[in-house]
């Protein structure tokens, strides 16, 4: 199993940047692929970015292509998510989860952080 620490969240104007992380614990980390999903008030939690094991792979939603990019350290046992030119609807909390593969489906995630919050003012 895996346990997995969001960080990173805040308050940022609109256009601004922040970077999120995933810290993970446990020695089959670099087995998993990795995904960041968020969910706002009165929404149901939805697919942002993810990952393969290797970082050899990325899969995005469209809300936020050419904006955010998620990438992975193994060595340190963390995934990020770099979130440019944020827009007030990208409030919201996210989270980080690990899956088998490389997946969009919330169902196919094993293990989940508890979340940080990113609000976005305009």
């Known amino acids: 199993q895996v346990q997995l620490v969001e960080s990173g969240g805040g308050l940022v104007q609109a256009g601004g940047s922040l970077r999120l992380s995933c810290a993970a614990s446990?020695?089959?980390?670099?087995?998993?692929?990795m995904g960041w999903f968020r969910q706002a008030p009165g929404k149901e939690r939805e697919f942002v970015e993810a990952?393969?094991?290797?970082?050899?792979?990325?899969y995005y939603a469209d809300s936020v292509k050419g904006r955010f990019t998620i990438s992975r350290d193994n060595a340190k046992n963390t995934v990020y998510l770099q979130m440019n030119s944020l827009k007030p609807e990208d409030t919201a909390v996210y989270y980080c989860?690990?899956?088998?593969?490389?997946?969009?489906?919330?169902?196919?995630?094993?293990?989940w952080g508890q979340g940080t919050q990113v609000t976005v003012s305009s």
């Open positions: 989860a690990a899956a088998k593969g490389l997946s969009d489906y919330i169902y196919e995630y094993d293990y």
């Open positions: 990952i393969s094991w290797s970082g050899s792979s990325t």
């Open positions: 446990g020695r089959t980390f670099s087995s998993y692929a």
